[in-house]
């Protein structure tokens, strides 16, 4: 494990701490496997356009952003007026694990190839994260990945995570090494739990470890890649894929057109980590 001096505490955006802009305050919205509805979508660029910069923008972590917010006079805080509406949209269900629900997991899952379908998985540690007082207090930047082994996020840096080896089991990864081969049904306890050892192990104060690679200690004993692991495999082109349409996502954000053609493609949509959104070709 690697110590780390920090002179500072993590200050990772959020609702509820809010990054102050030159052009206002910043405000991220956690997406759990960068899955929303379109109507979520819509409501949040109206939100947007009322308050902020008129635009939603994604970013690598399958999140979401609004820019240009004002900000309680005299404080670096939304006004209750603006969250309020933010929660409205219902990309905000819990105040205290606002800066919690760090989850990315393979965008096709359960829509087109890869060996597991992991969508019930993330759900799952969503509601687990959520209904844990405790686990509110993770870091901003603390990342659970899920590859559901076809191997398209199996080298993506991560806290915690898991990549599928089969329909039934999956190998757990703890920082920057390999934990053991569980079963995939049920294995959102294991992470819960290892996330919360984390935070046991953690230090105090503005120094505290923001990774797991960072802890002196280790949350479990190392143990070796587990045969039949995916090979990496490139980003998830744009375009045409398996499972749905990979659209990318310009960098100034998308605007009211952009949001409409995406709401009314399907119900629900994929935010990528390649700043990217899919649409499933199972709801177009």
């Not at 995916?230 to 349409?245: K, Q």
Request: one cysteine or more; proline letters at 11%; charged letters at 20%.
């Amino acid at each position: 494990m690697i110590p780390v001096n920090r002179i500072r505490p993590d200050r990772c955006p959020g609702a509820l701490r809010p990054w102050p802009a030159d052009d206002g305050l910043l405000v991220r919205l956690r997406l759990p496997g960068g899955r929303l509805r379109g109507e979520q979508l819509s409501a949040l660029l109206h939100v947007a356009e009322q308050y902020g910069d008129g635009r939603v923008h994604v970013t690598s972590r399958t999140n979401l952003q609004v820019r240009g917010m004002p900000a309680d006079p005299g404080t670096e805080q939304l006004t209750d007026e603006v969250l309020l509406a933010i929660e409205g949209t219902g990309l905000l269900p819990s105040r205290a694990h606002d800066l919690a629900r760090n989850i990315m997991a393979s965008p096709q899952t359960g829509l087109a190839g890869g060996r597991a379908d992991l969508r019930p998985v993330i759900r799952a540690l969503d509601v687990g994260l959520c209904s844990d007082a405790d686990l509110a207090h993770l870091p901003g930047r603390f990342l659970l990945v899920l590859d559901d082994g076809r191997g398209d996020l199996v080298e993506r840096s991560c806290d915690l995570g898991l990549v599928a080896l089969c329909a039934e089991s999956v190998q757990l990864r703890i920082g920057k090494g390999w934990g053991p081969v569980v079963l995939l049904e049920g294995v959102h306890h294991h992470l819960l739990e290892l996330a919360r050892r984390f935070l046991t192990l953690r230090p105090a104060g503005p120094e505290a470890p923001w990774h797991v690679s960072e802890l002196t200690t280790t949350l479990l004993p190392p143990h070796q890649a587990a045969a039949g692991l995916p090979a990496p495999v490139p980003a998830l082109p744009y375009g045409r894929v398996p499972g749905g349409h990979h659209v990318p996502v310009p960098p100034e954000g998308l605007d009211r057109p952009a949001v409409e053609r995406l709401r009314t493609a399907a119900p629900e949509l994929v935010v990528t980590p390649w700043r990217g959104v899919l649409i499933p070709e199972e709801t177009r």
